[in-house]
């Protein structure tokens, strides 16, 4: 995946209710904390869960940590996405091939594509309870910070 600073970055999860609209959320605030100009949001393989805002134990963690995602409503990830979006973070090994089968076979859009915690999952915290919840805010969190360090030392490379 090309490490300059991109403009815009999907993050992608499997409902876009829990897990990727959290991520949006961190990721957000941690931009603008670092001063950047980057464009976030966020979209789920299924569109099972269209136009409904974040899972509500998704909303109280983030509010609770002082970030308001209710505004937020979901939407399928689509094949124009890949065209649109420099960066696509998926929480999940499922997440990852089902958005290359959305890709197709052009090498540059599936070179778009990469796990947001670079080695390993977000674990699904929509059967659980709260403490799940919890968990996902402290993955992504310190992976997000991660990911916008990394931007922000490569934002002036060519
Ligand atoms: P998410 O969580 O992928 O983190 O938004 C899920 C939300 C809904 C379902 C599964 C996962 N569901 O099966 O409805």
Not at 11 to 37: T, W
Not at 82 to 89: E, H, Q, T
Not at 133 to 142: G, N, R
Request: hydrophobic share 35%.
């Amino acid at each position: 995946m090309n490490k300059n600073m991109p403009s815009r970055v999907l993050v992608v999860c499997l409902g876009n209710i829990c897990r990727s609209p959290m991520a949006e959320g961190v990721l957000r605030h941690h931009i603008q904390s670092m001063g950047l100009r980057i464009k976030v949001d966020s979209a789920g393989t299924s569109g099972h869960h269209q136009n409904e805002p974040p899972d509500l134990r998704a909303q109280q963690e983030m509010r609770r940590r002082g970030m308001d995602i209710s505004s937020q409503r979901s939407r399928p990830l689509v094949r124009k996405d890949f065209d649109r979006f420099d960066v696509i973070l998926v929480m999940d090994h499922s997440n990852l091939e089902d958005a290359l089968a959305i890709a197709g076979p052009r090498t540059e859009w599936r070179n778009k594509v990469g796990l947001f915690l670079e080695d390993s999952e977000v674990p699904d915290p929509y059967y659980g309870g709260a403490s799940g919840f919890a968990q996902v805010h402290d993955l992504v969190d310190s992976a997000a910070w991660r990911w916008v360090e990394q931007w922000k030392e490569h934002q002036d490379q060519p």
